[in-house]
Each structure stands twice: as structure tokens, then as C-alpha cells.
């Protein structure tokens, strides 16, 4: 088996001319990822293929040592940090040594303050970027959507996190599994640790119950992943994209990260795309609310982008409307909400008021309602969620798993694209992009009327970056896309926002399912750092119009 697969790698990068990423996974230090990366790395040296490790830990573990031999070891960088050194990779070296296959371990690793990036996966995508092949190691508890559930299941929180998207978008898995007997036996023998950590870690991270439950996870997320990618190549001709997963935000609700996560896994689980839905009501607006409270929703939207959702932010004061219609129009299968923070005063359910969980219930038409207890959520007890489905009972649901992968690209001509030299307006940027598209003069004006009106209700936009004005008008037949790029900002006084990148377009009324197209390609660009920077550091159209086109 083991020989097959270095076969697979070793024909896919022959035919690569960008880097592709195979994943070690597993569900605990010491199953062996490290171990089986360099056993497959020997073999790719063997068949004429220019390896080196840019950054290998062996702990100190001989086998993992002697194995390392014979293997190119890029030099590391070494860096002070409160009065130590530190040794971290050098990717500026191995940029610069370029191998055809760089070693990496240890994916969910976090940098050294002062690093170029912060994290090792954002090291490891500039090495894709580069066109080199790159192999690494994970472990299954570093995965942002399994926060609460690994900590429910260990009692452990885990520190070092990475978007679930990195695994997701890996051209290959390797699941590295061995019994949790065998594993605690490697541990005793000091195979994992050293003496003195051995003790400690039996009773605590390396019991029993904990390990045979974080191999569960792992075994469910590689089924789930490959099932998610036999189901992309089955839909990837499919032009309709029905019944999306949408999460429903609240500045002050309990542990919205928990929702976040949960409706990630939920979409994964569906295979849909999935959004990030908060209505900034009268009482919300960004003038009104406390430094905190603002503190607080923006980490959330910012984790809703990092998770994979594609964020939109609405105003008015009737919340229950204003989800509905979102979900209306953008084909919401199931709405995810946590428990209210507050229920609604006594005296007002008297007089026949209802919440906005009653009122999501019984307005609803078509759409499944997922209530996550959010305050529930405690290291201690596992959360469940309540479903209502149309015209059906209650039903429980239990963990979920899976992931997404987006199959969107979207094409924009040199010519609708901008690059403004100083500080713009939002709505005078909105304007100019508008105008690259030449359209008559009563259908510019229609299409004008149809964006103010929507950002009216509220402003879409994919982390601290990127913003996505758009409409859908009668008077077109196919979607157009322009971008504007504004290094000093892009200045939204109504949402408090500055952007760098604005992605402006319109697509045809009688065609949502093109609409939802051009959203899913959009959040898979804001969502790559990598390309991000590209366009940014971009001189002129031609350049970001070729960038898009390579994504």
C-alpha cells in the first residue's frame, strides 16, 4: 500500500507545474506521521526525484533520526525570543534551494513572533506557490471546526489551530493509524517522549478513552473527505447548487464560534457551500455598541471567513424578515442558530410576542431549522442540536464532519479591472467598476439602483480585505465581474470598514444558480492568501487579470 501511494505522489508532481500538498494525518503525536513521510521521501529520492526536508522534528526519537540520514537538510533560521534561540524553517531558503519535493513538518505549527507569516501552513503555501511539491504532517485536533469537539472529547484545548481548508484543499491524505494499545505501549517504552514527560502524558492527553476517540475523529474525517471528493467529481457538472447551510450571527449570543464550527461541519457534511449571516439591528449600529461587543463580532466574522463561509452583514430591525429573505434567495436548505442569550421577557410572551426562534419556526417555508445549544457548550458535556424539518418532528443530531471543496473559477478582462493609487470612497469605487462594464445607459442606471439598494440592507465582504457589492437585474444574461484594488483602502463609513479589494458584479435575475457561482469562485480567492498578496502587490490590470486567470 505504502508503495502504491509514493507511486501516486510521484506521478502527480511529474505532471504538476504547481505545487501540490500530501498530508500525513493522524490522531495523536507519535502514530508514526514523521516516520512514514521520510520512508516515502527515501523513495522519491530513490526514483530520481530532488527531495530535501525543510523542516523535520524528530524529538529525539532514533528511528526517526536514522531515517532522516541521507536526506538534504535545509538549514534552519534561527531567531531570539525572551533571551533564547529559536530555530525555525528558512523559507527564504528553501524558496531559493528550490527542491522539486520539500519536507514539512508538524502543518498546525505556530511561528515565532517576528515570523513573515504566522503560521507554518502560510509558509507551506508559498512553497506551493513557488511550484514546489511540499509533504507534511497533522494531527486531527488541530482542525479550527473540531475546536469544541475535541475538547468535549479530551478535555484538552487545543492552541495551535488551521483552517479546515488547508486539509481540504490537499491533493492527498494519508491516514497514519495504529492501535491506541500499540500507541501508549510506544509512549511507556519512551519511543514518543522522553522520560520524564511519560508519566504525565499517560494520565492526561494519552488516556485511553481520550485516544479512542480522537481516532474516531480522524477515521470520520478521511471518509468524509474522500466521500466529499467523489461527490465533487460527480457534481462538478452540475449547474445548480441547492439547499446552502447558513449561519445565523449575534453580536452578544454564547459561543458563536461553537455555531460557526458546527455549520461548518454541517456543510461539509452536505457538501454545500455555507454563509455567515448577521443583521446589525438600530440598536447594533457600530456608533452604539461597545468597544467589546464590536471586538467580539469582528473576531467571529473573521473566523466565519477563516472556517470557509462566504459573510454578509444586512441591516434592519426586523431580524426573522430579513434571515428569511436571505435564505430565499439564496436557496438556504438549513438555517443554524444558537439559543438566544436572553429569552424573551415574560410580560411580552403574555401579550402573544414571540422570539425570534418561534418566529423562525413557524414563518419558515421549506427550510430545515438547526438550534445549536450554545450555552450548553462546556468542556464537559458534549452540545446537541435540535432540528425542526418542514413538515416533520424534532429530530436529534449528533457530531457532524466533512468539508466542502469549491469548484467555482470566475474570468475578469483587463479592462474591468482597477487600480486606484490613493484612498477611495466606497460607493465612488462602486461607481467606476459599475462603468467598466459599458452597459446602456437605462441599464447602468437599473443595475446602480439594484446595489445601492442592497448595500442599503447591508454590506458582503470576506475578511479584513475583501468586499463583494452586488445585485441581480433583469437586464443582463450572463454575470459580469469587475475588480478594484486600493492598496490604501477602500473606505465603507457605513460599515466601518476599510477594504483593499473590492469585487463588484452583477449576475441575471432569471439565473440564481450563476449567481451562487460567482460567490463560491469569489470566497475561494478571498479566502488564498497567497493570491491575495498577488493581486495587491499586481502594477497593472493585465498582470491581476492574468493572476485571477491562473487561480
Not at 516515502?40 to 526525484?49: N, P, V
Not at 425542526?388 to 478582462?413: C, F, M, N, W, Y
Amino acid at each position: 500500500m505504502n508503495g502504491q501511494r509514493a507511486d501516486s505522489f510521484l506521478h502527480m508532481i511529474r505532471r504538476s507545474q504547481r505545487g501540490k500538498l500530501k498530508i500525513y494525518l493522524g490522531y495523536a503525536p507519535g502514530v508514526g506521521k514523521t516516520y512514514q513521510m521520510l520512508l516515502e521521501a527515501h523513495r522519491l529520492k530513490d526514483d530520481g526525484i530532488d527531495v530535501a526536508a525543510a523542516l523535520v522534528e524528530t524529538h529525539g526519537r532514533i528511528e526517526t533520526e536514522t531515517l532522516l540520514m541521507g536526506l538534504e537538510v535545509i538549514p534552519r533560521r534561527k531567531i531570539g525570543y525572551r533571551g533564547i534561540q529559536i530555530e525555525e524553517m528558512d523559507l527564504e531558503k528553501v524558496l531559493a534551494r528550490c527542491p522539486s519535493v520539500a519536507l514539512v513538518d508538524e502543518l498546525a505549527h505556530t511561528n515565532i513572533p517576528g515570523s513573515k507569516n504566522a503560521k507554518r501552513y502560510q509558509d507551506v503555501e508559498e512553497i506551493l506557490a513557488a511550484g514546489i511539491h511540499v509533504m507534511s504532517t497533522l494531527n486531527v485536533q488541530h482542525l479550527e471546526s473540531l475546536y469544541e469537539t475535541v475538547e468535549q472529547a479530551t478535555g484538552v484545548k487545543v492552541r495551535e489551530r488551521i483552517p479546515d481548508r488547508v486539509v481540504t484543499e490537499a491533493d492527498q491524505i494519508v491516514d497514519v493509524d495504529i492501535t491506541t494499545e500499540d500507541l501508549r505501549r510506544r509512549l511507556t517504552e519512551g519511543k514518543v517522549y522522553t522520560t520524564e514527560r511519560i508519566e504525565t502524558a499517560l494520565e492526561n492527553f494519552f488516556l485511553q478513552e481520550n485516544l479512542e476517540q480522537l481516532r474516531e475523529l480522524t477515521l470520520r474525517e478521511l471518509a468524509s473527505q474522500i466521500d466529499s471528493r467523489r461527490r465533487d467529481q460527480l457534481l462538478e457538472d452540475t449547474p445548480s447548487s441547492p439547499d446552502q447551510v447558513m449561519a445565523c450571527l449575534s453580536s452578544r449570543g454564547p459561543n458563536t464560534e461553537a455555531l460557526l464550527r458546527y455549520a461548518s461541519r454541517l456543510a461539509g457534511r452536505l457538501n454545500r457551500n455555507w454563509y455567515a449571516v448577521y443583521v446589525q439591528t438600530s440598536k447594533e449600529r457600530p456608533t452604539v455598541i461597545d468597544a467589546a461587543t464590536q471586538r467580539k463580532l469582528s473576531d467571529t466574522l473573521t473566523l466565519a471567513q477563516q472556517l470557509g463561509a462566504t459573510v454578509f452583514t444586512f441591516r434592519g430591525d426586523d431580524i426573522v424578515k430579513t434571515l428569511l429573505e436571505f435564505a430565499k434567495e439564496y436557496r438556504v436548505g438549513h438555517l443554524v442558530i444558537g439559543t438566544p442569550a436572553k429569552r424573551l421577557p415574560f410580560w411580552r410572551r403574555l401579550l402573544g410576542q414571540l422570539g425570534i426562534l418561534e418566529r423562525l419556526v413557524l414563518e419558515r417555508t421549506g427550510t430545515t431549522i438547526v438550534i445549536l445549544d450554545t450555552r450548553a457548550i462546556t468542556a464537559s458535556h458534549s452540545h446537541r442540536a435540535l432540528t425542526v424539518v418542514p413538515g416533520q418532528g424534532r429530530s436529534e443530531e449528533g457530531p457532524l464532519t466533512g468539508k466542502h471543496r469549491p469548484q467555482a473559477t470566475i474570468d475578469i478582462r483587463k479592462e474591468r479591472v482597477l487600480i486606484w493609487n490613493q484612498s477611495m470612497v466606497k460607493q465612488e469605487a462602486m461607481k467606476m467598476l459599475l462603468d467598466s462594464f459599458r452597459l446602456p445607459a437605462t441599464v447602468r442606471e437599473s443595475a446602480w439602483q439594484a446595489l445601492v439598494s442592497r448595500e442599503k440592507q447591508g454590506g458582503t465582504f470576506l475578511g479584513e480585505e475583501v468586499t463583494i457589492p452586488h445585485a441581480r437585474i433583469a437586464e443582463i444574461e450572463q454575470p459580469l465581474v469587475a475588480l478594484g484594488i486600493c492598496r490604501k483602502g477602500i473606505v465603507d463609513d457605513l460599515e466601518a470598514h476599510t477594504f483593499q479589494i473590492m469585487v463588484l458584479f452583477l449576475s441575471p435575475t432569471n439565473q440564481p444558480e450563476s449567481h451562487l457561482f460567482v460567490l463560491q469562485a469569489i470566497g475561494r480567492m478571498a479566502q488564498d492568501d497567497i493570491l491575495r498578496r498577488r493581486l495587491l502587490a499586481a502594477e497593472d490590470p493585465a498582470e491581476v487579470a492574468g493572476i485571477v486567470g491562473e487561480s
